[in-house]
C-alpha cells in the first residue's frame, strides 16, 4: 500500500447544531446543542484514511496549548501518524453553525499563521518518503509547494468551495494532479473542470450536497454518482473530507472512478450519521459491507 502524507488542517471547534440557520437579525435561541472537537480539513481525511488502513501521515500546526493538546490525544486516539510544527499564535478555533439540512455557518474565532518557522528537514524527509501528498489550503502548506516540486511527487488538493477568479487557490490549482471542489459556489462547474482536464490535470471530482457528485476523467469521461439517501442524517461536519478518504481508499485499491466515487458515496454517506469528523465504526471491513448492500 502506497504511503500517504496529509499536508495541513487541524483545529479545535465548538459545533451549534440548529433547526434552522439564524437569520439576521436580533434573536434569542433557548436550544443549541453543543459539542467541541476536533476540526479542519486534514484532520478529517487523516482520520478517515487510518481507519481504512491506509498508512497516512498528517503534518499541521497546531498552538502549545490545551485545545493543541486536545488535537494531538485525539489524533493519537484514531491511530493517525500525527507530525506538528508550533503555531505562535496558537492553534486554530472555529465556531460552526450547523442546521438539519447540512448547512452551516463556520466563524473563525482565531486563525493560524499563514507563513511561519517550520522544520523543514523532516518535511522535506516526510515528502520524501510518501507516494502521493494532500495538499490541503491551509495558508503555510504554500511554503511547501517548492519542496513538493522538488521531489516530484503526485499531488491531491481538495478546493472545497471554490469561487472561480479566488487567487489564493491558484497555487494549489497549478500543483496539483487531481482536484476535488464544491459546486456551492458556482453557477457553472462543468467548464471550470474541462478547462482543468484540459490543462493536463488527471481528475477533478466536484461534490453537490444532497445531489452527490461529478467526476471528469483524463479521457473526458463524465460520471455522475447520486448519494445514498437511506443514511440518517444527524451532522454534515466532516463529510467533504470523508467522502474525499473513501475516494481515495478505492483510488488506491485500484477501483475505476465509478467504483471509487462508490465508496467515497459510502465513507460521506456515514460520516453524516455521526457527530464526528469520522464515524466512530468506519472499517475497511465496513465499507466492503455497504458497498455490496447498495451496489451489487
Not at 232 to 254: E, I, K, Q, R, T
Amino acid at each position: 500500500m502506497k504511503k500517504i502524507l496529509v499536508i495541513g488542517g487541524t483545529t479545535y471547534d465548538s459545533i451549534i447544531t440548529l433547526e434552522h440557520l439564524p437569520e439576521p437579525k436580533s434573536q434569542t435561541i433557548h436550544y443549541a446543542p453543543f459539542h467541541e472537537t476536533i476540526g479542519s480539513t486534514g484532520a478529517g481525511k487523516a482520520l478517515n484514511l487510518a481507519k481504512l488502513n491506509v498508512q497516512t501521515t498528517l503534518h499541521s500546526i497546531i498552538g502549545k496549548d490545551d485545545y493543541g493538546e486536545k488535537i494531538i490525544q485525539y489524533l493519537e486516539g484514531g491511530n493517525v501518524d500525527f507530525v506538528y510544527d508550533f503555531d505562535p499564535k496558537g492553534t486554530e478555533r472555529h465556531v460552526n453553525i450547523m442546521n438539519q439540512q447540512g448547512d452551516r455557518i463556520s466563524i473563525f474565532v482565531s486563525n493560524s499563521s499563514e507563513e511561519l518557522p517550520l522544520n523543514m528537514n523532516r518535511l522535506e524527509e516526510l515528502i520524501e518518503d510518501c507516494d502521493l501528498i494532500v495538499l490541503n489550503i491551509i495558508s503555510y502548506t504554500k511554503q511547501l509547494i517548492p519542496l513538493i516540486k522538488k521531489h516530484k511527487k503526485p499531488v491531491w488538493t481538495d478546493l472545497h468551495d471554490y469561487d472561480v477568479g479566488n487567487p489564493y487557490h491558484q497555487d494549489y490549482i497549478e500543483i496539483a494532479d487531481y482536484i476535488f471542489l464544491s459546486s456551492d459556489q458556482l453557477n457553472e462547474y462543468k467548464p471550470i473542470m474541462e478547462k482543468w482536464i484540459s490543462e493536463g490535470k488527471q481528475l477533478v471530482v466536484c461534490t453537490h450536497g444532497k445531489k452527490g457528485a461529478t467526476a471528469l476523467t483524463q479521457d473526458r469521461k463524465w460520471v455522475e454518482m447520486p448519494i445514498i439517501s437511506s443514511y440518517p442524517f444527524v451532522d454534515a461536519n466532516g463529510a467533504g473530507d470523508s467522502f474525499f478518504s473513501g475516494f481515495l481508499y478505492g483510488y488506491l485499491h485500484g477501483n475505476t472512478t465509478e467504483e471509487s466515487l462508490r465508496f467515497a458515496t459510502i465513507c460521506g454517506g456515514l460520516c453524516v450519521t455521526s457527530k464526528e469528523l469520522v464515524m466512530s465504526e468506519l472499517s475497511e471491513e465496513t465499507i466492503q459491507v455497504e458497498f455490496k448492500k447498495h451496489y451489487t
